[in-house]
């Protein structure tokens, strides 16, 4: 299974919005609505932020947000607070049955 | 408390067998299915394995598919990953997790990590 490419690094000012995108195929996040991301500090377990593309798990704020264009999925990070700062990993259901995980971006908040 | 906990830790040799346990509480376990995704140390996150509700259905990424068989027991709130022929790329910290959904990638309780290293 082909990881999903993500930017290494995206970077933003405490208030600020940015966008991290998440390319596949049409075999995995083309094709299925069923791209998650997750968020992980360091040394911490995932965290579920983004389910089936837009939808938001109890708890998570409503300053993340995710969107799917074509192969290309993407989460957004409104209103950017110190505490976002951590890994964000997006991953897909494939046509194999399997799962694939983005490579990984670093948020760094300024 | 929803929790997962996952057990099994430990140093291995090549080619040697290692069993994962993770052990749930604090949910109707016997109604998810459930996944272990690792992560190499430094690295991204990598599923390896999902099993349904009811134990029947597993599938597994390529790398593990052959070596690692992952099983469940409902009546123990249990899940486990027996691991054979263990080679040196498998060294990684590794997470029980259970799935919301069947089909969507809908994973919402972790485990802390355990973590497997393969050295000679």
């Known amino acids: 299974q082909s990881a999903l490419t993500q930017p290494a690094s995206v970077s933003g000012s405490p208030g600020q919005s940015i966008t991290i995108f998440c390319t596949g195929t049409?075999?995995?996040?083309?094709?299925?609505?069923?791209v998650s991301w997750f968020q992980q500090h360091p040394g911490k377990a995932p965290k579920l932020m983004i389910y089936e593309v837009t939808n938001r798990p109890s708890g998570i704020s409503d300053r993340f947000s995710g969107s799917k264009s074509g192969n290309t999925a993407s989460l957004t990070i409104s209103g950017l607070q110190a505490e976002d700062e951590a890994d964000y990993y997006c991953?897909?259901?494939?046509?194999?049955?399997?799962?694939?995980f983005g490579t990984g971006t670093m948020v760094t908040v300024l | 408390e929803v929790q997962l906990v996952e057990s099994g830790e430990g140093l291995v040799q090549p080619g040697g067998p290692l069993r994962l346990s993770c052990e749930a509480s604090g949910f109707t376990f016997g109604s998810y299915w459930m996944h272990w995704v690792r992560q190499f140390p430094g690295k991204g996150l990598v599923w390896v394995a999902r099993l349904s509700d009811d134990g029947t259905r597993a599938t597994y990424a390529d790398s593990v598919e052959g070596r690692f068989t992952i099983t469940r027991d409902n009546a123990k709130n249990m899940l486990f990953l027996q691991m054979s022929s263990l080679r040196v790329e498998d060294t990684a910290v590794y997470y029980c997790?259970?799935?919301?959904?069947?089909?969507?990638?809908?994973?919402?309780?972790w485990g802390p990590g355990t973590t497997v290293t393969v050295s000679s």
């Open positions: 997790v259970r799935a919301a959904a069947t089909i969507s990638f809908r994973l919402d309780v």
């Open positions: 991953s897909s259901y494939t046509s194999r049955g399997t799962y694939a």
């Open positions: 049409r075999s995995d996040v083309g094709g299925y609505n069923y």
